[in-house]
């Protein structure tokens, strides 16, 4: 199977910092990517990550280690809006951008 | 921006119809995918297409069908609605190789009755 694996929900702080982590299968992998879905709404794409290491765009930021099959979404000074449904979706092989998302995360900010 | 569109954000029907669900994208990509969403499980994928005719089957394609006759359009197709089939449905489209990102539409929730 190609089982993504991330926690159901978390809540944190306005202002501070919260790590979403997604673990998956490491055969065939070819890119992990993170979306961002609010209630009622399409997903909307946060981050892309092939090689291993962090990809910082602004106050999120996203690693990945390919050997441990492991990635993470990091969000700084959180905000109220952040409050959200966070995926992690993994490319296998090379389908023509065929997707595997794990479950999402929901995120509760509290002020 | 790109944009991709769906015929409706609500649907509702009953057992045994047939329904249409329409996705169109404005950025001429090659690359077109058909979810479902539900609570606990995730998007899942039903059917992607590659290219004009050209169809494959996802995760879950039992009980749906697909057509794409232009390269903007996309439909999903329940031949015979069934209760299991109320979920969120969510289109994406991507462009060639080079490209990474799955653009989503705002999603049709279909309530089967």
């Known amino acids: 199977g190609q089982n993504i694996d991330q926690p159901t929900e978390m809540t944190a702080t306005e202002g501070a910092i919260v790590q979403i982590n997604c673990t998956y299968q490491?055969?065939?992998?070819?890119?992990l990517f993170w979306y961002q879905q609010h209630a009622g709404e399409a997903p909307t794409f946060l981050s892309y990550?092939?090689?291993?290491g962090l990809e910082e765009k602004g106050r999120f930021s996203s690693f990945l280690s390919r050997s441990k099959g492991y990635s993470y979404l990091l969000l700084k000074e959180l905000q109220m809006k952040d409050s959200a449904s966070y995926l992690c979706?993994?490319?296998?092989?090379?389908?023509?951008?065929?997707?595997?998302f794990g479950q999402g995360t929901e995120l509760s900010v509290k002020p | 921006d790109v944009k991709v569109t769906q015929s409706s954000r609500y649907l509702v029907k009953r057992t045994g119809e047939k329904v249409f669900l329409e996705c169109v994208q404005d950025?001429?990509?090659?690359?077109m995918f058909w979810y479902r969403q539900d609570p606990g499980l995730g998007l899942r994928l039903i059917y992607f297409?590659?290219?004009?005719?050209?169809?494959e089957k996802g995760d879950i394609p039992e009980g749906y069908s697909v057509s794409r006759e232009k390269k903007e359009r996309f439909s999903l197709i329940l031949e015979s609605a069934s209760t299991n089939q109320t979920s969120m449905y969510l289109c994406?489209?991507?462009?060639?190789?080079?490209?990474?990102?799955?653009?989503f539409g705002p999603g049709t929730r279909l309530t089967v009755l």
């Open positions: 994406a489209s991507k462009g060639g190789p080079g490209s990474n990102e799955q653009f």
């Open positions: 490491t055969s065939g992998f070819n890119g």
């Open positions: 990550n092939v090689l291993d």
């Open positions: 979706a993994v490319k296998f092989g090379n389908q023509g951008g065929k997707l595997i």
């Open positions: 950025m001429d990509h090659e690359n």
């Open positions: 297409s590659y290219d004009v005719k050209m169809k």
